[in-house]
């Protein structure tokens, strides 16, 4: 079975450019999630999706970052314009519904992104 | 926000070794689970804990959920080489899907 599949794995951009990262959930998987991982914050939640409804983006560090789910098969986090700080790997995750006890989520590769 | 203690942040052991990791909390979790992150990967599910007290084993993997609910341990026995990577601890609290993460420790392995 195909995992959850996230391009570019790797992303290299000049600073005030719009980056667009890409996720391929697991089908059949209702719950998507965005992660950011750092050396100094490690796994950071940013925002996630039930049935590509937007449930929680308290994570989402500030306006430039947005993340859409048009269908249940995909899924962007956009950063515009992107800064140095930005920099890190950005991990997607999804994970089944309710239907008895709880599912976990699977983890993509990530996308390593480099600001320049 | 709620945090996970891990340790330790590091380890290097020999091949053959016995491994021992934790997570701690100040608050309360329903739920526990243990992840494995090696260079250039996303994290990989290694074991999932429901019920406090719980003791669980994948292979040489045995994890257990603290009867407190506050704290969930990881043991490798006989480590061998491959078991190399950063091992994550995870927390869910009640009804949230929401998980909160350990900051990791690294394991090395020396053949």
């Known amino acids: 079975d195909a995992g959850v599949i996230q391009s570019p794995r790797h992303e290299v951009t000049e600073m005030g450019q719009e980056v667009t990262l890409r996720c391929k959930p697991i089908?059949?998987?209702?719950?998507l999630f965005w992660y950011r991982q750092t050396m100094m914050r490690g796994l950071e939640l940013l925002i996630y999706f039930n049935n590509n409804v937007p449930i929680d983006d308290s994570g989402m560090p500030e306006d430039r970052f947005s993340a859409k789910m048009p269908n249940a098969s995909f899924s962007t986090l956009k950063i515009q314009p992107s800064e140095p700080r930005d920099s890190a790997v950005y991990f997607c995750?999804?994970?089944?519904?309710?239907?008895?006890?709880?599912?976990?989520?699977?983890f993509g590769d990530g996308t390593r992104l480099s600001i320049l | 926000g709620q945090q996970l203690n891990q340790s330790p942040q590091s380890m290097f052991i020999q091949e053959g070794e016995d491994v021992s990791m934790n997570c701690t909390s100040s608050?309360?979790?329903?739920?526990w689970l243990w992840y494995k992150q090696e260079p250039g990967e996303g994290p990989v599910l290694l074991i999932a804990l429901y019920k406090a007290g719980e003791l669980t084993s994948n292979g040489r993997l045995t994890a257990q959920f603290g009867i407190t609910r506050k704290d969930s341990f990881l043991n490798i026995s006989a480590s061998i080489p491959s078991d190399v990577g950063i091992y994550f601890c995870?927390?869910?609290?009640?009804?949230?899907?929401?998980?909160?993460f350990g900051k990791g420790t690294k394991l090395t392995v020396n053949p």
């Open positions: 089908s059949g998987h209702d719950y």
């Open positions: 608050s309360i979790f329903n739920t």
């Open positions: 995750a999804s994970k089944p519904g309710r239907g008895g006890s709880y599912q976990p989520q699977h």
């Open positions: 995870a927390g869910r609290q009640g009804g949230s899907e929401k998980l909160v």
